[in-house]
Antibody, heavy 118, light 106 residues
Framework: EVQLVESGGGLVKPGGSLRLSCAAS????????MNWVRQAPGKGLEWVSS????????YYADSVKGRFTISRDNAKNSLFLQMTGLRAEDTAVYYC???????????WGQGTLVTVSS | EIVMTQSPATLSVSPGERATLSCRAS??????LAWYQQKPGQAPRLLIY???TRVTGIPARFSGSGSGTDFTLTISSLQSEDFAVYYC?????????FGGGTKVEI
């Protein structure tokens, strides 16, 4: 069974940093591109970042470019999102999600809440 | 950036009725379109990819159609468990973009 379990969320002050982690299991992690997608309270889904299988290709939404860094450790079946310069508008549930070529995002974690507030 | 626009924002239907949800892309995404269902407090669930291919295990009452810029998700006979928010998403180009969602309510 595919499982994606996020951790690392919490309350942080504006300008602060946080590192999210996602532990993957139930599939060959190194075979799949991975994504972070977020959802602000009561709002829709917003794609944040994607990383290819060997980290060769990395993409970011303009809203986080230069502040967030996605990475992965295939040996540890883990995905990460380093977030710096956090703003109130970064407040959201952050989902770790598996991408399938030409098929969208087929598995999602349950999400971890990041709250940016003073 | 490809902008995805969903309509209506809210759709009020009765159980057993048909629901038709629309999604429009600001430029062609070919068939690189997915539909997701999200219930309160839950992560999204992939329903349809390739504009019309149903994920294994998704009931046949869900169907997707369209290509290019105009897409439709149809739920042929709404069941109580179908009341949720539905999102479309294009994966033709970066950045990946989602529509704003359609809430299907009773």
């Amino acid at each position: 069974e595919v499982q994606l379990v996020e951790s690392g969320g919490g309350l942080v002050k504006p300008g602060g940093s946080l590192r999210l982690s996602c532990a993957a299991s139930g599939f060959t992690f190194s075979d799949y591109s991975m994504n972070w997608v977020r959802q602000a309270p009561g709002k829709g889904l917003e794609w944040v970042s994607s990383i290819s299988t060997r980290s060769s290709y990395i993409y970011y939404a303009d809203s986080v470019k230069g502040r967030f860094t996605i990475s992965r450790d295939n040996a540890k079946n883990s995905l990460f999102l380093q977030m710096t310069g956090l703003r109130a508008e970064d407040t959201a549930v952050y989902y770790c999600a598996r991408a399938v070529p030409a098929a969208g995002i087929d598995y999602w974690g349950q999400g971890t809440l990041v709250t940016v507030s003073s | 950036e490809i902008v995805m626009t969903q309509s209506p924002a809210t759709l009020s239907v009765s159980p057993g009725e048909r629901a038709t949800l629309s999604c429009r892309a600001s430029q062609s995404v070919s068939s690189n379109l997915a539909w997701y269902q999200q219930k309160p407090g839950q992560a999204p669930r992939l329903l349809i990819y390739g504009a019309s291919t149903r994920v294994t295990g998704i009931p046949a009452r869900f169907s997707g159609s369209g290509s290019g810029t105009d897409f439709t998700l149809t739920i042929s006979s709404l069941q109580s468990e179908d009341f949720a928010v539905y999102y479309c998403q294009q994966y033709k180009d970066w950045p990946l973009t989602f529509g704003g969602g359609t809430k299907v309510e009773i």
